[in-house]
């Protein structure tokens, strides 16, 4: 049930982003009065499809391998290859006929239909799951700085003002690619600013303890009640209780316990804790994932910052733009040799199993906003086969005065489907490796 839950998201999210695009190319060639063959959602290789349906002049269907999806536009040279019409007089209603500007906003079509889903898509997410943000000018008590925070300088108490020298406008920025590939904070610390150089490696150690940077936690809490089947109710705690020390380490805020019983998990410790004046010790089992088996009460209170409709689509665009530009920062990564790509691509399988075997909206959402953004990233590259590719012929065409040769363009749509396909071994193979052999 739980593959059928990660496959059920994974087929849904991307059904959706691909009728997106391919309905961007659609309407596009349609305005502009170039003929439609076929409109399909995945692919119906071999002839085979789940569902096609003529209207007109197109086919619209539903092909049976869910990796994409395509419109096969008349007079084009695209994945189709159909040589035979192309060898034909050209006619008024084919692509090939058609101004450059028109056929540059054809294939541009789809890349700005996923980056506007994704604006719509964080929009949403924002005022229907998240509701509000916090500004860190109103967390007066600043961050708690964990391991790698304290390493790179931030102190708990830090107030981080800006990244890159751009202010910081929501307390989520601070977990964001933004700060791992950026290069440097600001921070007021004691009444000074101070600045912050962020190491280029950051990213990788980052990924390799997500809760080991910073977090909104140096403030004081309470044991507000008792998991049964936890290590806190073998050793005797009750809500009210206050922990004091862990391991004769002293316990002053919440980010003092989350930090020691992280560093403390599938192991036993002893907890000291004060009960009606009366000082008690007792030894405490932590989970394997660092759990006490507590429900904590946070003696805070920040006032969140309601999303509007204009902030959502304001942050919207710039967390879409954001995770544009860090894509591609990160394929760079990739490129240089300081990220690992058997850790960075994924195929489907990766994906599905990031949507999770739980159906949650909120999740799926964000992560198929997500998605749609980095979609329309992937199509602009300048690779035959691709979006981008094809926009850079008619750009190289709009130069020159005149068309790139059919021969050229049908030998670079080959090696641009040789390059996508291993691409797609590769990711696919990775993800089978990681799942079966790590």
């Not at 005022?127 to 008590?141: C, D, L, N, R, T």
């Not at 964001?176 to 290069?183: A, H, I, P, Q, T």
């Not at 600013?193 to 190491?199: A, N, R």
């Not at 209170?301 to 990160?330: R, S």
Request: charged share 20%; glycine share 10%.
């Amino acid at each position: 049930m739980e593959q059928l839950t990660m496959i059920g998201q994974l087929l849904l999210g991307l059904g959706l982003l691909v009728f997106i695009h391919e309905l961007g190319h659609y309407l596009a060639a349609r305005a502009f009065g170039i003929k439609v063959e076929k409109f399909y959602i995945f692919f119906d290789f071999g002839g085979l499809k789940l569902f096609s349906k003529k209207i007109g002049d197109t086919e619209y269907g539903i092909g049976w391998f869910p990796l994409g999806g395509y419109v096969k536009i008349a007079g084009m040279i695209d994945e189709s290859m159909d040589k035979d019409q192309m060898d034909k007089e050209p006619e008024p209603w084919e692509f090939r006929t058609k101004p450059a500007w028109q056929r540059l906003i054809v294939m541009m079509a789809g890349i700005v239909m996923n980056v506007l889903l994704g604006i719509v898509i964080f929009a949403f997410w924002l005022m229907q799951f998240k509701g509000g943000y916090m500004e860190p000018s109103k967390i007066e008590e600043g961050i708690y700085a964990y391991e790698i925070g304290r390493d790179i300088g931030l102190q708990t108490g830090d107030q981080i003002l800006s990244i890159d020298d751009e202010p910081v406008q929501r307390a989520d920025d601070l977990l964001s690619l933004k700060v791992f590939f950026g290069e440097k904070m600001s921070v007021l610390r004691n009444g000074k600013e101070v600045e912050i150089q962020i190491p280029e490696n950051f990213f990788q150690r980052f990924n390799a303890c997500k809760t080991c940077f910073i977090g909104f936690h140096n403030h004081p809490f309470y044991i507000d009640s008792i998991i049964p089947e936890g290590g806190a109710k073998e050793a005797g705690i009750k809500p009210g209780d206050d922990i004091i020390s862990f391991n004769d380490q002293p316990i002053r805020v919440y980010g003092d316990l989350k930090e020691i019983l992280r560093n403390a998990a599938g192991k036993e410790a002893e907890i000291t804790y004060v009960r009606d004046n009366d000082t008690i010790q007792a030894m405490v089992p932590v989970s394997e994932d660092g759990k006490l088996g507590v429900f904590i009460g946070e003696n805070v209170e920040h006032q969140p910052t309601k999303y509007n409709l204009a902030e959502a689509l304001y942050f919207g665009t710039k967390d879409g733009w954001e995770a544009i530009y860090f894509n591609a920062v990160g394929i760079g990564k990739i490129f240089t040799g300081q990220v690992s790509a058997s850790e960075s691509v994924q195929s489907p399988i990766g994906i599905a199993k990031i949507y999770g075997s739980k159906w949650d909206w909120a999740r799926f959402w964000k992560l198929t906003g997500l998605i749609s953004f980095i979609l329309a990233f992937m199509n602009f590259l300048p690779i035959p086969a691709l979006d981008g590719g094809h926009v850079v012929f008619i750009l190289i065409e709009m130069i020159q005065g005149k068309p790139v040769s059919e021969a050229v363009m049908e030998k670079a749509q080959m090696v641009g489907m040789v390059i996508l396909l291993t691409l797609m071994v590769f990711a696919f193979g990775n993800d089978i490796y990681k799942g079966w052999f790590k």
